[in-house]
């Protein structure tokens, strides 16, 4: 190695960000491994690279005894006086052993360790822009598809798309273009790892402020999404704007913002709702469509009775519950949904009980309405 080794560092320095230091003190290690393997696997040495010439020595380093038992690491007074006559018994000096040809082994070794710093640098400022892009969508191709595990082309870097962040009834192929969500960035020694999710309710709430103004620009607020990948999702929204309309700002004119989501979710049903600090009413909300006639909660367990018209029951819990399920989740609250005759029915034969303040006071007007009739 020489001058010329010492200018490409700095060059590398400028343009890629690496620092010289750091290659020299890598490229100083991994010499120290050379030589024990090619020399002898059984020095005590140290490797020094000049800073300015990029010249590198090997030193051995032993310790000044009285007797010596062990040549590699001990050397007598004697003898280390006559190298620097004011050692004394106790103190490490340090002996060149450079071999004549270990200077081609370290342009070798230099060579590897510069490619190898260069390629984790590059790793570096990839990682480093995805992990600023965590939470975000991102557009790419597919890829391939390998044992159901979708690979997207993301520019400078590989999405992976696992099964259990895929959309069930999603059909992709390659060179499909779609929008994802980048659900977590992590850093592996192959450089950064991309998960990708398009099942995330997180994508969701990024193609709204995509999609919607207000939302982007903080004037309605998105308190909580729940979702079925693929089948439906459930939007509770507000805003602190008395002049506007949360849930008309994110359907757009004639429909045309939900509807881009909608087109980007291949179908998938959004349901809008506005979120209330009455818990009442937020629970009566959360199980549109359906008209709710009653909310009984217990708030300290986060439990709730909902009574509606025996005809909008089957509406209310939804095809196969999936309503109600969504409705629970968007609240975080456990829902008791019960129509009106079953109700009625449930309380005369003393399977339903009051449970819930104003609950017995409801329950006797029942009753008394069911008897006048």
Not at 183 to 201: H, M
Not at 279 to 287: D, E, H, P, Q
């Amino acid at each position: 190695m020489n001058q010329e080794f010492i200018n490409a560092l700095n060059e590398i320095e400028r343009n890629k960000g690496i620092s010289s230091d750091v290659i020299i003190d890598a490229l100083e290690k991994a010499l120290i491994k050379s030589y024990e393997k090619n020399f002898d696997d059984n020095a005590n040495v140290s490797v020094s690279v000049s800073r300015d010439t990029g010249e590198a020595k090997i030193y051995s380093i032993k310790t000044i005894v009285e007797d010596v038992d062990n040549k590699i690491t001990e050397i007598s007074l004697d003898e280390a006086r006559l190298i620097n006559n004011n050692l004394n018994i106790g103190d490490e000096v340090t002996i060149e052993v450079t071999p004549k040809n270990f200077g081609r082994i370290a342009a070798q070794t230099a060579r590897n360790i510069v490619i190898q710093k260069i390629k984790d640098a590059e790793r570096e400022i990839v990682y480093n822009e995805f992990i600023n892009r965590e939470k975000e969508i991102i557009t790419g191709i597919i890829q391939r598809i390998d044992h159901g595990i979708i690979y997207v082309d993301l520019g400078k870097v590989e999405g992976i798309v696992p099964l259990s962040e895929q959309i069930p009834n999603e059909e992709y192929k390659v060179n499909d273009r779609y929008k994802f969500y980048i659900k977590e960035v992590k850093n592996t020694t192959k450089g950064a790892q991309v998960i990708l999710s398009r099942t995330d309710t997180g994508l969701v709430k990024r193609l709204l402020e995509l999609e919607v103004p207000e939302i982007h620009d903080g004037i309605v607020e998105i308190f909580s999404i729940s979702r079925e990948a693929g089948s439906r999702t459930k939007l509770a929204v507000f805003t602190r704007d008395e002049n506007i309309d949360p849930v008309g700002a994110c359907v757009g004119f004639k429909g045309t913002r939900v509807k881009a989501i909608v087109d980007e979710l291949n179908g998938e049903k959004l349901d809008i709702i506005i979120w209330d600090k009455d818990i009442k009413v937020f629970l009566a909300n959360s199980l549109s469509p359906a008209e709710v006639l009653k909310v009984f909660v217990n708030e300290k367990e986060k439990i709730a009775r909902i009574i509606v018209d025996s005809g909008q029951l089957s509406l209310a819990i939804g095809k196969e519950g999936q309503n109600a399920r969504l409705a629970a989740k968007l609240t975080n609250w456990k829902i008791d949904i019960k129509g009106t005759e079953q109700y009625l029915e449930g309380i005369q034969n003393k399977n339903i009980v009051a449970e819930f303040p104003e609950e017995e006071e409801y329950i006797n007007d029942l009753l008394g309405d069911f008897d006048e009739n």
